[in-house]
């Protein structure tokens, strides 16, 4: 018990919850302003935590990280673009509750199932991070290729319109994640000889050009209609009752993000779609998802900020960075003199005590500032519609060049640009895309190790342990299940079109 | 007859097919196990491809209308700007840039117009190159600009 | 009103002075922000900049085995502002690799800062103890090893290993050493090549370290050279280089600025908690030894059949 006071003792100082309030607000910013995401938000105030002790500079880093995880909702929500990717899945429900009015309900659903995501994360990592851990070691390159075939299939699901087209567009995605060098042999793929090509396209530039420039492009067209403005920001947070009807979703949610998260190597925009697609199977409301139900964005929301507090499960437990970001904080507490590691939970408990108590506080922090920095987004879409759409285009450059300093990635973001606005004109959902962006290097890179593994052997995939073979039964059963309602509906829609001329 | 051939959405699909087998022929002649996967994804995007357009091309949506707009200038603009960055740095192509999306979205004023082309390009540029140090291209080897 | 007019024209005037001021040096780290060169380069750099008497930045260029922030360096060339912290692969692998707008050839080199030598390493529990063993029981069914990506340090040392040696082994590059360690967690894999943080981080079991001698430390592990496996001398470590072009006096001062910052209290203290190893090796040197890495690991790739 000591230790979990002296712990609190820790993160309760003056510097730490300084930290804290700076990070976490700057983090919504961040993430809220399209282009600019986690990546960048921590690249930016990694420099300034060299001479803060270790508490002080994990705060900070924790706040950028949470606050820009949550901050990518509200431009979803607002003008139908992801701050961030990880926001993507936002945009299915937030955006068309925008168009109906209800700006208010869809953040104050964004924000609240953000808080929860993320303290019910935490509370999975405080009880749970190392059995928690020892399960995610189950997760080898077969299980995993599993998982995320899985998750694959819910491209079906979010391409509204067409299902054809929403594929056409995650295999898109699919093959643009595969230009650059192979994986598994270092060969050059899809680079047509250019030194350029071989580093590859990463996923902001292009998130930013599928997203924010091509909305700056469709918005061109009504740039003179009132109807076509954005919407004032505002914020109303759900009543309790609401809460109390949708509390499923947002515990489902919560639970698929935290699973996720502790994975390592997924990430939150993966979480964001699989948590989608859950919802679309099993909440009461689904019929109405895609069109403006609050449970897309609990879906969304909740799982991917519920990534924030899981992704350390593997970072705490084993040393094993979850993802990018978790790895940014690893590099900070090497500099701290703190050694990531298996030992790390035995050796550096009250560091580590203290990482939980500001965690929680973030999300807290996150809970309260989502006011102010909603109105600072009301603020500067209050401006007129150009000097919005300049600050979007000028977003858009620097964080597609400052992703990693390449300033290929500029151009890769303006051709996506332009492509994604054909696309859109076309009727070609364009969330597929990035989900074959993001899932597609895990899919392929988990198939060829599964097939190094077992020796070229791909039947030994269904059988090589329990997880695999129930992940594989479950997608079997979700491919029959929507090959069903389809065919149900076909079927529907026969008998409707048959039944006047009768 | 022609009108439904020279449709966008049939273009479009028409393009994402052509684009498709196009890779294809790289993917079939590359090597065997680093294509393994690209093989599997083209064929479904392919496939695809082809229901697509023979569905564009049955359901012959009306022709859209076509009206003169800029929006071609400022497609144009960006993806000059954005090849530019790499020889010019990034401050010199960006401030055209954001000069002519503020004019295209009738910012017209010229002290609005003045002012948000140095604000938005030369700020945000100034804040995120000199100030947060995340060094963004540069024309010159200094790294001043 | 006015004194946030002033603390605006503050702000802006020191940001002017900061990048503006005398040289301003571009710091290359072909990484993204976070990783273990960034935080060695990161650390590395304040010292560095004050023994040199300028401002210097971080650039994170990632991308393509490190090779794409490498080139940038390269095609500076004549340019004083700018050098490179540079990983071993970079620079002494992927030249024979691929087909790269650099060589080995396209750099001033300035010096080399750390160096830590690889163990050859299985999982604690493992019932294996020797390499003998090892070799032994890979006979009835070849083992997997691990490496972080296909071309990087792990992967070369594993595979001038079965070329010299019979062990039976087929790789399996995973995405990082992170992903690689959950692989060896879960018995995915059953042997990694790696450096001593790695080992420690993890809590592994060495079986032999590539090194000519042993290593302080490890006292008990034996080098490959004592088990009868001659040439097997992996090591990942990390240099300055600076493009080709620039002055021999500019070049002089860096060599300098290096040789002291490494000396430094400050990277000492530094090295010790992050578990850098300090090699410095001066310019020629340097050179030197990046030309023989360059020569040895072109024919390990030509062994193993990694390339022509």
């Known amino acids: 018990m000591d230790i979990v006071l002296a712990a609190a003792a820790d993160a309760f100082t003056w510097q730490a919850l300084l930290a804290i309030v700076i990070g976490t607000w700057a983090g919504i910013i961040i993430g809220g302003l399209p282009g600019l995401g986690s990546v960048v938000g921590l690249t930016i105030f990694l420099p300034f935590t060299f001479g803060m002790d270790v508490i002080t500079s994990m705060a900070l880093l924790i706040g950028v990280y949470c606050g820009s995880v949550y901050g990518g909702s509200i431009t979803a929500i607002l003008i139908n673009t992801p701050g961030t990717p990880q926001a993507a899945a936002t945009t299915f429900d937030g955006y068309p509750m925008t168009q109906q009015g209800r700006v208010g309900e869809a953040l104050g659903w964004a924000t609240f199932a953000s808080f929860f995501g993320g303290v019910l994360s935490c509370v999975m990592l405080i009880i749970g991070a190392p059995q928690l851990a020892k399960f995610a070691v189950n997760f080898g390159s077969i299980e995993v290729f599993a998982l995320v075939c899985l998750a694959m299939l819910c491209i079906v699901g979010v391409s509204q319109g067409s299902t054809l087209k929403g594929i056409l567009c995650g295999m898109m995605g699919f093959l643009f994640s595969m230009v650059g060098s192979d994986p598994i042999?270092?060969?050059?793929?899809?680079?047509?000889?250019?030194?350029?090509?071989?580093?590859?396209?990463?996923?902001?530039?292009?998130?930013?050009?599928?997203?924010?420039?091509?909305?700056?492009?469709?918005?061109?067209?009504?740039?003179?209609?009132?109807?076509?403005?954005?919407p004032e920001a505002r914020l109303t947070f759900p009543g309790l009752r609401d809460i109390g009807r949708r509390l499923i979703e947002l515990i489902r949610g919560s639970f698929i993000g935290g699973l996720i998260g502790a994975l390592p190597g997924t990430g939150a925009a993966a979480a964001a779609f699989i948590s989608y697609a859950s919802a679309q199977k099993l909440s009461p409301r689904r019929k109405n998802l895609g069109k403006g139900e609050p449970d897309g964005i609990i879906a969304s929301e909740s799982s991917n900020n519920a990534v924030t507090g899981s992704s350390f499960i593997p970072t705490l437990a084993l040393?094993?960075?979850?993802?990018?970001?978790?790895?940014?904080?690893?590099?900070?507490?090497?500099?701290?003199?703190?050694?990531?590691?298996?030992?790390?939970?035995?050796?550096?408990?009250?560091?580590?005590?203290?990482?939980?108590?500001?965690?929680?506080?973030?999300?807290?922090?996150?809970?309260?500032?989502?006011?102010?920095?909603?109105?600072?987004?009301?603020?500067?879409?209050?401006?007129?519609?150009?000097?919005?759409?300049?600050?979007?285009?000028?977003?858009?450059?620097?964080?597609?060049?400052?992703?990693?300093?390449?300033?290929?990635d500029l151009v890769v973001a303006a051709v996506t640009g332009l492509l994604a606005y054909v696309l859109r004109r076309g009727g070609y959902p364009l969330a597929p895309l990035v989900i074959g962006m993001v899932l597609g290097p895990e899919l392929e890179s988990s198939l060829r190790r599964g097939l190094l593994i077992s020796r070229g052997d791909f039947s030994a995939f269904f059988t090589h342990s329990t997880i695999a073979s129930v992940l594989f039964i479950l997608i079997a059963l979700f491919i029959a299940g929507t090959l069903w309602s389809g065919f149900t509906q076909w079927r529907k829609d026969r008998a409707a079109s048959e039944s006047p001329a009768a | 007859m022609t009108s439904t051939l020279f449709h966008?959405?049939?273009?479009?699909?028409?393009?994402?097919?052509?684009?498709?087998?196009?890779?294809?022929?790289?993917?079939?002649?590359?090597?065997?196990?680093?294509?393994?996967?690209?093989?599997?994804?083209?064929?479904?995007?392919?496939?695809?491809?082809?229901?697509?357009?023979?569905?564009?091309?049955?359901?012959?949506?009306?022709?859209?209308?076509?009206?003169?707009?800029?929006?071609?200038?400022?497609?144009?603009?960006?993806?000059?700007?954005?090849?530019?960055?790499a020889s010019l740095g990034f401050l010199i192509p960006v401030l055209p840039l954001v000069a002519l999306t503020l004019w295209l979205f009738r910012v017209r004023q010229p002290l609005w117009l003045a002012l948000g082309t140095l604000i938005l390009g030369g700020g945000l540029w100034f804040l995120f190159h000199h100030v947060l140090l995340i060094r963004l291209p540069t024309l010159l080897t200094n790294g001043l600009i | 009103m006015n004194a946030l007019r002033h603390s605006l024209v503050a702000v802006a005037l020191v940001g002017i002075t900061q990048s503006a001021a005398a040289d301003n040096l571009d710091i290359v780290v072909p990484f993204a922000a976070g990783g273990a060169t960034d935080i060695v380069a990161r650390s590395f750099e304040p010292i560095f900049s004050e023994q040199l008497g300028v401002t210097s930045v971080i650039r994170n260029v990632a991308g393509a085995s490190a090779t794409v922030g490498t080139a940038e360096v390269a095609d500076s060339e004549g340019n004083p502002n700018i050098i490179g912290y540079e990983p071993a692969g970079a620079l002494s692998i992927q030249p024979s690799l691929k087909d790269l707008p650099y060589g080995p050839d396209s750099f001033t080199y300035v010096c080399r800062t750390v160096s830590n030598p690889m163990f050859l390493m299985v999982s604690k529990d493992s019932d294996i103890d020797s390499i003998d063993q090892l070799i032994e029981e890979s006979q009835e069914y070849p083992f997997l090893y691990g490496s972080s990506g296909p071309g990087t340090l792990p992967h070369l040392a594993m595979a001038a290993l079965t070329v010299k040696s019979d062990l039976q082994a087929q790789h399996v590059p995973y995405s990082g050493s992170g992903p690689a360690m959950n692989a060896l967690a879960g018995n995915e894999i059953q042997i990694m090549a790696d450096t001593e943080t790695i080992l420690e981080n993890y809590d592994l079991k060495p079986l032999a370290v590539f090194a000519e001698e042993r290593i302080e430390g490890y006292d008990d592990v034996p080098t490959f050279g004592e088990l009868g496996m001659q040439d097997l001398d992996f090591a990942v470590w990390q240099g300055i280089v600076a493009p080709k072009g620039i002055s021999q006096e500019r070049a002089d001062e860096f060599a300098e600025a290096c040789r002291a910052t490494v000396e430094s209290d400050r990277f000492e203290t530094f090295a010790d908690k992050a578990k850098a190893n300090i090699a410095y090796l001066g310019a020629e040197e340097f050179e030197a030894f990046v030309a023989r890495r360059v020569e040895i690991n072109k024919q390990v790739l030509k062994d193993a059949g990694l390339a022509e």
């Open chain 1, 319 to 408: 040393g094993i960075p979850g993802d990018v970001v978790t790895a940014m904080m690893m590099g900070a507490m090497v500099i701290h003199g703190i050694t990531p590691g298996v030992r790390l939970m035995a050796d550096q408990a009250q560091t580590v005590y203290s990482l939980f108590v500001v965690l929680i506080i973030v999300n807290v922090a996150m809970l309260i500032l989502s006011k102010p920095s909603v109105g600072l987004f009301r603020y500067l879409f209050k401006l007129p519609q150009g000097f919005v759409m300049g600050g979007i285009v000028m977003f858009s450059f620097i964080g597609a060049v400052s992703v990693r300093g390449n300033p290929l």
């Open chain 2, 8 to 85: 966008p959405r049939v273009l479009t699909a028409l393009a994402l097919l052509l684009v498709g087998a196009g890779l294809s022929v790289t993917a079939w002649q590359g090597p065997a196990d680093a294509m393994l996967v690209p093989r599997f994804v083209l064929a479904i995007w392919c496939a695809a491809a082809l229901v697509v357009l023979i569905g564009e091309l049955i359901r012959r949506a009306p022709m859209p209308r076509v009206s003169r707009s800029p929006l071609p200038l400022l497609m144009a603009a960006v993806l000059i700007a954005a090849v530019a960055t």
């Open chain 1, 185 to 230: 042999t270092g060969a050059d793929r899809f680079t047509f000889g250019q030194y350029a090509l071989s580093s590859g396209l990463t996923l902001i530039p292009v998130v930013v050009g599928a997203f924010a420039l091509s909305e700056v492009f469709v918005r061109f067209a009504s740039r003179d209609d009132e109807a076509a403005r954005i």
